[in-house]
């Protein structure tokens, strides 16, 4: 059980070595800001795990039962963030990781989207 504090302070070490060494490198301007952040991420509550038959046409979703960045399995309650590309982590998690990079962290795809391809209806 004590297992999630002890990966979610690895998580947050990397973190700071990061930024430590982005930091000494100058190059900080790829963080996204806090609001354009907030905008990224689809923030929603885990209350159980995904029913496997209901979501037929979505192969490979066993990943979307763990968060992919501290790699714990996500509990009832948990506040998750859902990026554009659709894939899910812990909210606090995928902050951290847009301060620092603003691509997903497994599909790379950009968090922000420059152009909408669509208008909102
Ligand atoms: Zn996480
Ligand atoms: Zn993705």
Redesign the pocket.
């Known amino acids: 059980m004590s297992s999630c504090s002890l990966a979610y302070s690895i998580l947050l070490l990397s973190l700071q070595e990061l930024l430590a060494l982005e930091e000494r490198m100058g190059s900080v301007s790829t963080a996204l800001t806090e609001e354009s952040l907030s905008k990224c991420i689809k923030t929603s509550i885990y209350e159980s795990a995904p029913i496997k038959d209901a979501t037929p046409s979505c192969s490979g979703s066993h990943d979307d039962v763990k968060?992919s960045?501290?790699q714990?399995e996500y509990a009832v309650g948990d506040e998750l963030g859902r990026l554009h590309c659709q894939h899910r982590?812990?909210v606090?998690?995928v902050q951290q990781w847009l301060r620092l990079k603003n691509w997903c962290p497994i599909c790379k795809a950009a968090a922000e989207p420059s152009l909408p391809s669509s208008p909102p209806s």
Request: aromatic share 12%.
């Open positions: 968060c960045i501290c714990e982590y812990h606090v998690c």
